[in-house]
Nanobody
């Protein structure tokens, strides 16, 4: 069994900063990529940022220059630092991990429960 537990999030004023963290635990053999998606009310879930085990990061255009994703491979954790937040960043943020639970097994996506980020204007 694999669990991804998010922490952080909350309410912040526009222009402020927030950090969301995620820790993966359970039967994990290796993790290729970890990252964050978000889903605002009435909208589809969208990718925010992702980072590979080698440290290669990519960001949605909407957050480039405002967000930084980092990862600790030894601890199976990923952190998203968000700065200069805007009301349109308001959403539930979901952590994900593309991982495998054993040698020879395929890589699958696992998801956290989500954490609310609300940016007030």
């Amino acid at each position: 069994q694999v669990q991804l537990a998010e922490s952080g999030g909350g309410l912040v004023q526009a222009g402020g900063s927030l950090r969301v963290s995620c820790a993966a635990s359970g039967t994990i053999f290796s993790i290729f990529a970890m990252g964050w998606y978000r889903q605002a009310p009435g909208k589809q879930r969208e990718l925010v940022a992702t980072i590979t085990s080698g440290g290669s990061a990519s960001y949605a255009d909407s957050v480039k220059g405002r967000c930084t994703i980092s990862r600790d491979n030894a601890k199976n954790t990923v952190v998203l630092q968000m700065n200069s937040l805007k009301p349109e960043d308001t959403a539930v943020y979901y952590c994900y991990g593309n991982l495998r639970t054993g040698l020879g097994r395929r890589y699958d996506d696992y998801w956290g429960q989500g954490t609310q980020v609300t940016v007030s204007s």
